[in-house]
C-alpha cells in the first residue's frame, strides 16, 4: 500500500540524510574514538539536547554504539569508511542520486556538473591505498592472466579513469607497469594526478585530460581497459575505434560489467545520462566484436563479469 511505503520511503530518505550530514560534519571521523555526549555536543557545536538526539539516530542505525557513557562507530560502520571502495563517496553518490531521479522526473535533465562527476568517479573506484587493494585488482586478473603479463612489463591505456581506482591499485603491484590514463573532466583527472604523486608513481601514470575519442596514439599499447558502463551511447563507436587502433596488434582490452538490480529508479537515472544501463557483457562483447575486437572469453569474477577480447594479429 501506497501509505504504508511512503513512511518507510520517508525513513530512508531521513536516514540518508542523518548519515551524509553527519559524514559532511566531520562526526564520523570524530566518533572513531570512543568520546562523551558532553564531547561531541562541543565538538559539533549543537545544542546538547539536539547533539544527544543525533547520537541516538546514529546509534539507532547502526552507525555508533554506546558503551559506558561513551559513543564511537560501530565495527560495521568502521570497516566500511577504511575499505576497499570509498564509503564516504558512496553517501554523497546516494544522495546525488535522490537529487538526480528528483531533477530527471521534473524537467529530465540528469547531466552531471564536474563536481558530480566527482563524486561519481570516487564512489565507482577502489581507494589504492587500502591495504588489500592491489591484491583485489591481482585476484580479478586471474581470469585474464595474458593481460596481467602484458601489463606487467607493458603500456596499459585506461580510458575513462575517473580517479583511477584500478590504474593505481594494480601499480602498486606491478612496479615496472606504465599507463596513460584518460579522463574528460578536468577536476576528476585533478584527483587521479595528486594520487599517483601520492603513492609515488607519478613517474609510470601519464594522466591525460581529454575526451577520448581525441586520443591519438596508435598501436602504442599492450593492454587497455575501458570503463564502459559510464560512456554515454552516442561515444562508444567512436571511442572503441580508437581504443582498437591504440593497442598494438595482439593487445587485449579488458571490460566489465556494472552488476546491480534493474531497478527503475536506476534505469531512469541511467537512460537520462543515456548510459547503457546494466548493458550484460555478453552484449558489450557483442558491441566489441562488432567493431572489429577478437573475443577471448567472458568470465564472472567476484567484481562481476568481465570480457577479455583482443586487437586481431593481423
Ligand atoms: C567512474 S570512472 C570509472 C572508474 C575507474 N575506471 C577507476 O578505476 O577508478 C569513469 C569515467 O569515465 C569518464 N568518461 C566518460 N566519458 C568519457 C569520454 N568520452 N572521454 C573520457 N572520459 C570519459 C567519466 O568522466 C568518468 O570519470
Keep these: 500500500m501506497v501509505t504504508e511505503s511512503l513512511a518507510s520511503w520517508a525513513r530512508g530518505a531521513q536516514a540518508l540524510a542523518l548519515l551524509s550530514a553527519a559524514q559532511e560534519k566531520g ?13 561531541f555536543a562541543d565538538f559539533s557545536g549543537l545544542p546538547a539536547r539536539t547533539a544527544g538526539n543525533v547520537l541516538a539516530a546514529l546509534v539507532a542505525h547502526g552507525v555508533a554504539e554506546e558503551a559506558d557513557g ?11 569508511l577504511g575499505g576497499l571502495v570509498d564509503f564516504a563517496a558512496q553517501i554523497d553518490e546516494a544522495v546525488l542520486r535522490a537529487r538526480l531521479v528528483g531533477s530527471i522526473t521534473r524537467t529530465g535533465e540528469g547531466a552531471l556538473t564536474p563536481s558530480d562527476a566527482l563524486v561519481v568517479a570516487r564512489a565507482n573506484a577502489l581507494r589504492p591505498s587500502a591495504p588489500g ?20 612489463d607493458g603500456r596499459l591505456l585506461d580510458v575513462g579513469s575517473g580517479v583511477s581506482g584500478f590504474v593505481l591499485s594494480a601499480a602498486t603491484v606491478l612496479p615496472h607497469m606504465r599507463a596513460t590514463t584518460i579522463e574528460v573532466v578536468p577536476t576528476v583527472a585533478a584527483v587521479a594526478a595528486e594520487r599517483a604523486s601520492e603513492l609515488g608513481v607519478s613517474d609510470r601514470i601519464d594522466v591525460r585530460v581529454l575526451d577520448a575519442r581525441d586520443f591519438d596514439e ?14 554515454p551511447v552516442p561515444v562508444r563507436a567512436a571511442t572503441i575505434a580508437m581504443i582498437l587502433r591504440s593497442l598494438r596488434p595482439g593487445g587485449y582490452l579488458l571490460v566489465q560489467q556494472l552488476d546491480g538490480p534493474d531497478a527503475p529508479l536506476r534505469r531512469l537515472v541511467a537512460e537520462a545520462q543515456q548510459l547503457p544501463f546494466a548493458k550484460p557483457i555478453d552484449d558489450v562483447a557483442l558491441e566489441l566484436s562488432a567493431a572489429g575486437f577478437e573475443l577471448i572469453r567472458t568470465v564472472r569474477t567476484d567484481l562481476g563479469p568481465v570480457a577479455l577480447l583482443r586487437r586481431p594479429l593481423h
Design 70 to 80: 561513551r559513543f564511537r562507530l560501530t565495527e560495521d560502520m568502521a570497516g566500511a
Design 27 to 39: 562526526y564520523t571521523t570524530y566518533l572513531a574514538s570512543a568520546r562523551t555526549a558532553e564531547e
Design 133 to 152: 587493494a592491489g591484491a583485489l585488482v591481482e585476484a580479478l586478473f586471474e581470469s585474464a592472466p595474458e593481460m596481467w603479463a602484458a601489463m606487467a
Design 218 to 231: 596508435p598501436a602504442a599499447f599492450d593492454a587497455a581497459f575501458w570503463a564502459q558502463p559510464f560512456f
